[in-house]
């Protein structure tokens, strides 16, 4: 047991600080000081361990759950736009995201990322970015101000999330990690309801802001190529 | 050699607490003088090091520059009276809601609580290139950077470049043209009034400044007179982000109908030159004609003649004719309204 910065058995007994258990295990060696390492640990591990070896109580183990292939998840990303087609402003007015993660084990912990992260898609799509000046190789938008990332009015008042909670087979506790999926939906979804509502051809890109949409809409085909979104 | 950015270059802060004061200060350091209003435009450029004052004088201590006050005709508000003050006082909303409009939609409420209505007119250019420290014309150089052929130019002028391609980014400025406010200036001769629009230069007159107040000048008031207080107001601006962000262009217009059409009219524009353009031929042409959809076409396309654009900001041209249109025509801006926790 540990508790209050010491080390004791269970029920109660002899007990020792946190330093003497450190000390005790230097002196037993091996796996009590890192000196021997489970077979079955990863070669980076095994590397970490030793460089660990001998200075205090260290423990390194490897789950053996049985595992058939590799895990990921998925979120599908709904938006729904606005566009004022006499000033190329749009304005993003419904968002949902729906993440295939396994088990959700933390609901608002999940919300939070799943929505956090597609404000960061959200944020690739409507404009922010980096923008070089390609004749002498420098930075110009160094500035939030200039690259812009996403403000929470730029994103529905009432974004909605969801999940599906199916428990994955594959993983210890049935959930999966989320983080970057709704990256790229937050940002595709907006791209593909832009695509929606003015043409295809136009919006393979990202991001769009009013320039782009307003050049296109003018000439009535694409005016900035794709590979030259950052200007 | 890493260039430091974080360090504010060391410079003699001085803080007087009258204008004759202020003005005496910067008369005695000209060239070397800075002055700080709100410090929303100074500290970008302090804490860069691009600029290095020897002297900076803080304006902010001095009462007279603050508040809204009554004239005989009109209102006259400090130069130094916040962006939220301008956007909260109960009589420029009543009377003079376009600069209200105008203000609400600068920066975020953070920088609006620090920035003055003298220092969002008097600020400098936000070109990047400028603004990153390039020598360029404005900065005293010799090129332009923004108009060579593979300069990034999104944001830039599409009327009345001269060398400089340059815009003006107050979204207040405009408003206050169409308002026809004067701008109240001491100088070493005394005071001297001008015109909204005749506050503002383009780089044909001088290139290293967007205004013309000369080192030891001090722009103390804005006078609103009453001729246009109540009448119909446009304003709107179009932006990249809703919120913390400079005009891609802005428009702004006070207009009085009446059932023969459009009696009388001010409209100006900014983010399209140097310095905030007031309209005059759209003002000529559309002077009593009817507020309608056929004479915000009209407008719109003379808004526009001459533009020239450059090589990203060609989308400028027919975002201007169509804020003119609809400044004009009657037409309804956006209906997205910010959340604001009301």
Known sequence: MVANERVSRKGGGASMTLAQ???????????????????????????????LAGQGLVAAAKDNYPRDGTTFSYVASFAEIEVDEETGKYYIVDFLAYADVGSVIHPRALGGQVLGRSVLGIGHAIGQKWVYDPHYGAMLSTRFYQNKPPTILDVPVDMQWAALDIPDPETPVGARGVGEPPVGGGC???????????????????????????????????????????? | MAVIRDVMPAFDL????????????????????????????????????????KVVVDLSGIGELKGVRATADGIEIGAMTTLTEVVQHPVIREKYRLLAES????????????????????????????????????????????????????????????????????????????????????????????DAEDYFIGPEIDITRLHILQPGNLLTAIRIPSTWAGTRFYF?????????????????????????????????????????????????????KPSSPATGEIAGELAVQGAVPLQFNAYKIPLMRNLVKRAIGGVEEATWIPYNGQ
Not at chain 1, 23 to 48: M, P
Not at chain 1, 199 to 219: H, K, Q, W
Not at chain 2, 273 to 282: D, G, H, I
């Open chain 1, 188 to 231: 595709a979804s907006i791209l593909n309801a832009l695509s929606d509502a003015l043409g295809d051809e136009i919006f393979r890109r990202a991001p769009v802001n009013a320039d782009t949409i307003l050049t296109s809409l003018e000439a009535g085909h694409p005016m900035q190529h794709p590979l030259m979104a950052h200007i």
């Open chain 2, 103 to 194: 203000a609400e939609l600068v920066a975020s409420p953070q920088i609006r609580n620090q920035a003055t209505l003298g220092g969002n007119v008097s600020q400098d250019a936000r070109c990047w290139y400028y603004r990153a420290g390039w020598p360029c014309y404005r900065a005293g150089g010799n090129i332009c950077y923004a108009d060579a052929p593979e300069g990034r130019n999104r944001e830039h002028a599409i009327l009345h470049a001269d060398r400089c391609v340059a815009v003006n980014p107050s979204d207040s400025a405009p408003a206050l043209i169409a308002l026809d406010a004067k701008f109240v200036l001491h100088t070493s001769q005394g005071e001297r009034v001008v």
């Open chain 1, 21 to 51: 258990a450190a000390q005790y295990a230097i002196q037993l060696g091996g796996i009590y000081d890192g000196h021997e390492a489970s077979v079955d640990l990863n070669r980076v591990t095994k590397a970490s361990l030793a460089a």
């Open chain 2, 14 to 53: 001085v803080q007087p607490n009258s204008i004759a004061d202020a003005q005496k200060l910067l008369e005695e350091h000209g060239e070397n003088g800075w002055v700080l209003a709100g410090g929303m435009d100074s500290f970008d450029w302090l804490k860069d090091r691009i600029k290095k004052p």
């Open chain 2, 236 to 288: 709107e601006k179009v932006r990249d982000r809703n919120v913390w962000d400079f005009p891609l262009l802005n428009v702004a217009s006070a207009m009085v109908v009446s059932n023969s059409g459009i009696e009388r009219i001010r409209i100006a524009v900014n983010g399209a030159a140097a310095r905030p353009l007031r309209l005059k031929a759209v003002e000529d042409a559309v002077r009593g």
